[in-house]
């Protein structure tokens, strides 16, 4: 089998034919619709041609259309959010049946706030634009350690998000069945989008470093680091404890786990796509993965 598929692919590649650039007549025009916006991250229009529009330090507008230099505020939460690097308010996604009966807002977004810590809420940052990583840790050394949350607003009439509606659907920082961490500016919470299916599909990174090789051994090399070495927990060693790269879970390897929760332990978030019932935040019954041990 494989010798026929290497067979038919040389096929497909021989012979070589010589390729030739076509002109084609300019049919790409780009319009400004919106303009001012600071750091826009993703966006939504309703059956009304309302556009919501999310920025990446926290903040949800609504245009009202093309040419709108008034944007209401939906929601405000730069206080949640943690916006540091390529991390902050990045996945917004409207309900299917948003102008039929469920006006639902769904905003995934990396929480200022350490998964190993405290509820301390921010935990680095405050409502800035930009949020800091303090030195230490610092951005790329030890890293500043967040995790994430997707959460359910409902919009009322008016067009903003009441906070009060807030349902979270999947919090990061609950270690028990499964979770989110990323230790540097990157590679953290990703895209939202409902599939075809009513599922709504949930993306993230693997929360590892950008710049080197991640397996849950960075982190612990300044005194009184806040972040320590193995700093989400990943196993097999303690947080704190350095782990053998043979057999670690950490670092960029959290995007090969397909293990689901078990008693003593849990399964990694990071790196994966989880598809879920918007309504409970519960995984479908017929994902692939849902009974893997």
């Given at each position: 089998?494989?010798?026929?598929?290497?067979?038919?692919?040389?096929?497909?590649?021989?012979?070589?034919?010589?390729?030739?650039?076509?002109?084609?007549?300019?049919?790409?025009?780009?319009?400004?619709?919106?303009?001012?916006?600071?750091?826009?991250?993703?966006?939504?229009?309703?059956?009304?041609?309302?556009?919501?529009?999310?920025?990446?330090?926290?903040?949800?507008?609504?245009?009202?259309?093309?040419?709108?230099?008034?944007?209401?505020?939906?929601?405000?939460?730069?206080?949640?959010?943690?916006?540091?690097?390529?991390?902050?308010?990045?996945?917004?996604?409207?309900?299917?049946?948003?102008?039929?009966?469920?006006?639902?807002?769904?905003?995934?977004?990396?929480?200022?706030?350490?998964?190993?810590?405290?509820?301390?809420?921010?935990?680095?940052?405050?409502?800035?634009?930009?949020?800091?990583?303090?030195?230490?840790?610092?951005?790329?050394?030890?890293?500043?350690?967040?995790?994430?949350?997707?959460?359910?607003?409902?919009?009322?009439?008016?067009?903003?998000?009441?906070?009060?509606?807030?349902?979270?659907?999947l919090d990061g920082s609950n270690r028990t069945e499964g979770g989110w961490?990323?230790?540097?500016?990157?590679?953290?919470?990703?895209?939202?989008?409902?599939?075809?299916?009513?599922?709504?599909?949930?993306?993230?990174?693997?929360?590892?470093?950008?710049?080197?090789?991640?397996?849950?051994?960075?982190?612990?090399?300044?005194?009184?680091?806040?972040?320590?070495?193995?700093?989400?927990?990943?196993?097999?060693?303690?947080?704190?404890?350095?782990?053998?790269?043979?057999?670690?879970?950490?670092?960029?390897?959290?995007?090969?786990?397909?293990?689901?929760?078990?008693?003593?332990?849990?399964v990694s978030w990071d790196g994966a796509i989880l598809r879920i019932d918007p309504e409970t935040g519960e995984a479908a019954a017929?994902?692939?993965?849902?009974?893997?041990?």
């Amino acid at each position: 089998m494989v010798g026929s598929l290497v067979l038919g692919i040389g096929g497909l590649l021989s012979p070589v034919t010589e390729a030739h650039a076509e002109v084609l007549e300019p049919e790409l025009i780009a319009t400004t619709v919106v303009s001012g916006v600071q750091a826009p991250a993703n966006f939504e229009i309703d059956d009304d041609g309302n556009i919501f529009l999310a920025q990446r330090h926290g903040v949800v507008l609504r245009y009202t259309g093309e040419g709108d230099t008034s944007p209401e505020t939906v929601i405000d939460l730069r206080e949640e959010v943690y916006r540091q690097g390529d991390r902050g308010l990045l996945g917004l996604a409207l309900d299917p049946d948003f102008a039929d009966g469920s006006p639902y807002l769904y905003l995934l977004y990396t929480q200022d706030k350490d998964p190993f810590g405290t509820d301390q809420v921010p935990r680095w940052g405050g409502e800035e634009l930009t949020d800091p990583c303090p030195d230490p840790p610092g951005a790329n050394g030890d890293g500043c350690t967040a995790t994430g949350q997707l959460v359910r607003y409902t919009v009322g009439e008016d067009g903003t998000a009441d906070p009060g509606s807030a349902v979270v659907l999947l919090d990061g920082s609950n270690r028990t069945e499964g979770g989110w961490c990323s230790q540097f500016p990157s590679h953290a919470t990703s895209t939202l989008a409902f599939g075809p299916d009513g599922m709504l599909y949930v993306g993230h990174g693997d929360g590892a470093n950008y710049n080197t090789a991640d397996w849950g051994q960075l982190g612990g090399t300044q005194p009184n680091t806040p972040t320590p070495v193995n700093s989400c927990n990943d196993g097999p060693g303690e947080r704190g404890t350095t782990p053998d790269r043979a057999d670690s879970a950490g670092g960029a390897l959290r995007s090969q786990s397909v293990r689901a929760a078990t008693e003593d332990g849990y399964v990694s978030w990071d790196g994966a796509i989880l598809r879920i019932d918007p309504e409970t935040g519960e995984a479908a019954a017929d994902n692939p993965l849902v009974a893997v041990r």
